[in-house]
């Protein structure tokens, strides 16, 4: 039976347990990855979310993930590679304890739109707290409405996620270095 969305108040552990999954993730495939940087709502201080950790791990090239896909699998992650078919840039995977996801690790290219993308919705939100607290409104109705229907509730999101990346690009571009200097 699917697991009804939960939207939990913000938890100040989140960035030290992204900061302790951080190390566990470097410590397997480090010499694969340029940077990394967590995002989704767990990153942004007083966010309400899915108490999930997203990492992102940029590295040069996307064929420098296959290396990866087994250190991973030894720390404890499964690799999705069906979800490639949507984000064919995208390596995938999760970490959970029991049913529950804990943590979801994206790989890409340090230069992709979706490592730019996620670090300046991160960004934007982070300064601007009257949006994310209208992102919280936002994601508890559709949690509410949705249930345990996830690609209904993410496609909800999508208008309002669009809407922040734009004022976000306008405010942010030139101003925020996504991809961090050799």
């Known amino acids: 039976m699917p697991v009804p969305i939960v939207i939990c108040d913000y938890n100040p552990r989140w960035p030290l347990e992204y900061a302790k999954e951080k190390e566990r993730v470097l410590a397997a495939i480090g010499q694969y990855v340029l940077a990394m940087e967590h995002i989704g709502s767990t990153s942004v201080p007083g966010l309400a979310s899915k108490p999930i950790i997203d990492l992102a791990a940029g590295v040069r090239q996307f064929s420098d993930t296959d290396q990866c896909i087994e250190p991973l699998k030894k720390i404890g992650y499964v690799y999705v590679p069906e979800f490639e078919r949507d984000l064919p840039g995208r390596r995938y995977f999760y970490r959970a304890s029991g049913e529950e996801h804990t943590h979801h690790l994206h790989m890409v290219e340090i230069t992709s739109e979706f490592w730019k993308r996620h670090i300046f919705f991160r960004e934007y939100l982070r300064a601007h707290p009257e949006q994310a607290q209208a992102y919280v409104q936002l994601k508890r109705e559709l949690a509410a409405r949705y249930g345990a229907d996830r690609p209904s509730y993410t496609s909800a999101?999508?208008?309002?996620?669009?809407?922040?990346?734009?004022?976000?690009?306008?405010?942010?571009?030139?101003?925020?270095?996504v991809i961090p200097s050799e």
């Open 157 to 177: 999101k999508a208008e309002f996620i669009r809407h922040i990346l734009t004022l976000a690009e306008e405010e942010l571009h030139g101003k925020l270095d």
